[in-house]
Structure formats: C-alpha cells, structure tokens
C-alpha cells in the first residue's frame, strides 16, 4: 500500500483535531478527557420513605435524598453540588469517567428535582441513585445509594 506524504499529513491533521485527548497527558480518568468533580467526605444519597423489600402499588413517588452537598440544576457549576440520577433495573453503573447516557432506565433529573412519580409493570425492580456534577459526571469518589429491590404491584382498582 502506497500512502503520499499529503495523505500522510492528512491524516496526521485529522487524527489532531477529531481526537485531541490521544496526545494530552494525565489530568483525566482512564483517558476520558473528563476531570471528575470531586465529592466531599461523608457525603451521601438516597431514598425517602422506599427501602429494600418494599411493595409499592404503581403509579408511586419516589423521594430522593442528598447529604453533604448542595443540588444545582444541569449546567451550573458549583462546587460540592449536583442532581440526581435514577438508575431502573441497572445491574451496573455506567462508565463513571463519561457523563451519564440518559434512558428509559437512567432518568436525568438535571432541574433539580428531589422526586418523581413512577410507573413501572408489576413485577420486581432495582432503584439506585447515582449524584452527578453540571456535566452529568458522577463525582470522585462516586456518591451513590444502594441498590434497593422493590416489588411493584398493578394499581389499585378505583
């Protein structure tokens, strides 16, 4: 195969603009680019009024927690703060190192919110919350709930 210098030059110019973070040095996480918020000590998520092992009827509200930090809207960057992230039937967290891909099972709460009203099919299902910066980047280290099981049934007949 024959490569011209131009084509050589090219490519080189195209691998440098398309892909900047191949020839940066440290900084990042696992070469992502991205440079985690960190999270403070003690610092904590969770569910109000939901616990392991509950059975909820659907639709149900789901109440989120924060400790040791502030929440800030998507976009506004602060530090020590974040929104919540809500994790559905996930058996792993995504990438850490990249912002949250938003999902039918990885809702953004990027407004700020503190709760959401769910429908769900009847049947068991993981919740968890994850806490992420104004990137949608969850925090070094990560501030995340457990993972709770919940049974939902069908709603109730009016």
Avoid: W, Y
Avoid at 93 to 116: M, V
């Amino acid at each position: 195969m024959h490569v011209s210098r131009l084509g050589a030059a090219s490519l080189a110019l195209i691998m440098a603009f398309c892909a900047p973070n191949l020839f940066a040095g440290g900084g990042d996480d696992a070469g992502s680019g991205i440079t985690r918020s960190p999270s403070p000590h003690g610092a904590a998520v969770g569910f109000d009024g939901l616990a392991n092992g509950d059975t909820v009827a659907t639709p149900f509200t789901v109440h989120f927690r924060v400790e040791g930090m502030d929440i800030a809207p998507a976009g506004t960057e602060q530090a020590n703060s974040g929104h919540h992230h809500l994790l559905i039937d996930m058996d792993e967290l995504p990438d850490p190192n990249l912002p949250l891909p938003a999902s039918e099972q990885l809702i953004h709460f990027g407004g700020g919110q503190t709760e959401t009203e769910l429908t769900l099919p009847a049947g068991e299902h993981t919740l968890q919350l994850v806490f992420a910066d104004h990137r949608h980047v969850p925090h070094d280290p990560i501030v995340k709930s457990d993972r709770i099981t919940i049974t939902v049934t069908s709603s109730a007949a009016p």
